[in-house]
């Protein structure tokens, strides 16, 4: 999945030399936490977030009190060592920078312009469409030799018991680099048959892991 598939194109922007003021007003109407800041060329030049806001005017309940704090502009807090992607960045790779940098939001830019945002809740909504988590059905977790074929094989039975497969996902098995677990999202409430038939064909099963039935 690319970028331009789930960013938003609608961002609202502020300019360096807009105050504080205006930021904290601006994300109280729009609800939002991030204020990408441009240029007159529309290009990215820094990034506010809320805690920016909070930090530079802590009293921001008590704002006629505090008329120099919130008139500053924006240039004096803003970030401006700005990690920015492409729309056609693919969604994974840039899910890995957000958890490498420990970032709440990435500009999108094109030609340097700016062209959309993606926020951490744009990639966890992303993660639960994909896995199919919002879908009614049930969730098989079976831990499976790391070789060629097993995909294919597992997939094969529960294809055989007519389950549709809303997503499949792959990752090593922490306690054995000779195994893998297989994570399957069907479209079936009682996947009971499937498992037996898993289990029957010599397959670990650890989800679901019915008490009284071995795996």
């Keep these: 999945m690319l970028v331009e598939q789930i960013m ?3 961002v609202t922007t502020l300019g360096p030399e807009d105050t504080i003021r205006t930021a ?16 007159e060329q529309k290009e990215v030049i820094g990034l506010v977030t809320d805690r920016d806001v909070k ?33 056609l960045d693919f969604v994974e790779e840039i899910a890995s920078v957000f958890y490498e940098h420990h970032i709440g939001c990435m500009p999108i830019t094109k030609e340097k312009k700016l062209v959309g945002i993606v926020t951490e809740t744009d990639l966890l909504y992303t993660l639960v469409e994909l896995t199919g988590a919002n879908q009614p059905g049930s969730h098989i977790e079976v831990k499976v030799p790391n070789k060629t074929g097993m995909l294919y094989e597992v997939s094969g039975i529960i294809r055989k018991h007519n389950a549709n497969v809303h997503s499949v996902l792959v990752y090593p098995d922490k306690d054995s680099e000779q195994h893998k677990i297989l994570v399957f999202r069907v479209k079936t409430m009682n996947p009971m048959k499937v498992i037996e038939e898993l289990k029957k064909q010599g397959h670990t099963v650890l989800w679901p892991n019915m008490p009284g039935i071995s795996s």
């Design 8 to 10: 938003k194109k609608d």
């Design 24 to 39: 904290i007003r601006i994300m109280r109407e729009k609800k939002i936490r991030h204020l990408p800041i441009v240029n």
């Design 55 to 87: 930090e530079a005017a802590p009293s921001i309940f008590q704002e006629n009190r505090h008329e120099e704090e919130i008139n500053k502009p924006l240039r004096l807090i803003m970030k401006s060592a700005i990690i920015t992607g492409h729309p």
